[in-house]
């Protein structure tokens, strides 16, 4: 089983081997496909750091990836214990960093991220109107403890930034669901399939021809496991293959 999937997105390998490795075989897909999709992730380990040196560090991060000239780059940006100014010097940073190599960066939806929150996002998109997120709203259901079901109007006002979907689904104690096409998941999948319509249905508005979106369901931890023999209560590539099967049905009709 392939997948036939049309794009990947990576937080690169720290090794210049594996990195060599990937590159090399990224190549062989695009002489293959040349619409083949490169999305590469901005992802900093956590360290005890000022937001200066934090800065130095997405700034360095940035740079070797636009270097590669993918699609666009989806940032883990800023901290959630960072001050709103602080956070807004972090987005400032990665604005300047994509005007001057022409590459987007996109922010994505995220725990621990200055985006973690549907209504603490929202003083951001204010400021910065012109912001780009990728959607992964599975991270607001675990932050909230919830559906959203009352945060329709905040999430209104966050959609239209949203120029690319993780579809993940998560839940109101967690980012990930065991298996999104099980029976008592039924109502989750279909929230988030309505989140992703929406989303979807934004930017056609906005006159935009098509829109990435990547099936993410990860492995452990985000992958729930048994105790004691950590086994997986999925497989998460079939997961991935399934829905992306189911999306590419939805969005036919």
């Given amino acids: 089983m392939t997948g036939n999937f049309q794009g990947i997105e990576i ?16 190549e062989l897909t695009r ?8 999305i590469p992730q901005q992802l900093t380990a956590a360290e005890n750091e000022n937001v200066s040196d934090y800065i130095k560090r997405v700034e360095l991060k940035l740079l070797e990836l636009a270097a590669y000239q993918p699609a ?45 929150h549907t209504a603490s996002l929202i003083p951001y998109l204010q400021k910065f109107p012109e912001l780009e997120l990728t959607g992964d709203f599975s991270h607001f259901c675990a932050v909230s403890e919830s559906l959203l079901n009352d945060q329709e109007n905040i999430l209104n006002k966050i959609i239209p930034h949203v120029s690319y979907i993780h579809a993940r689904v998560g839940y109101e104690q967690g980012p990930q669901v065991n298996n999104p096409f099980a029976p008592e998941w039924k109502n989750h999948l279909q929230q988030f399939t309505k989140w992703w319509d929406a989303i979807v249905h ?29 086994q997986p ?11 992306k099967e189911y999306l590419a049905g939805y969005f036919k009709k």
């Fill in 11 to 26: 937080n690169l390998p720290n090794s210049t081997e594996s990195k060599k490795d990937f590159f090399a075989t990224l």
């Fill in 31 to 38: 002489n293959i496909n040349p619409d083949f999709i490169f």
């Fill in 72 to 116: 666009f780059i989806n940032s883990h940006t800023g901290k959630d214990y960072f001050s709103f100014d602080d956070n807004c010097r972090v987005i400032e940073a990665c604005q300047n960093i994509s005007s001057k190599t022409g590459i987007k960066i996109l922010h994505e939806t995220h725990r621990g991220r200055f985006s973690f």
């Fill in 202 to 230: 934004c930017n056609k508005q906005k006159g935009k021809s098509e829109i990435a979106i990547c099936p993410e369901f990860g492995p452990a931890p985000y992958m729930p496991c048994l105790p004691f023999t950590k």
């Fill in 233 to 243: 209560l999925a497989n998460q590539w079939e997961v991935n293959v399934k829905l």
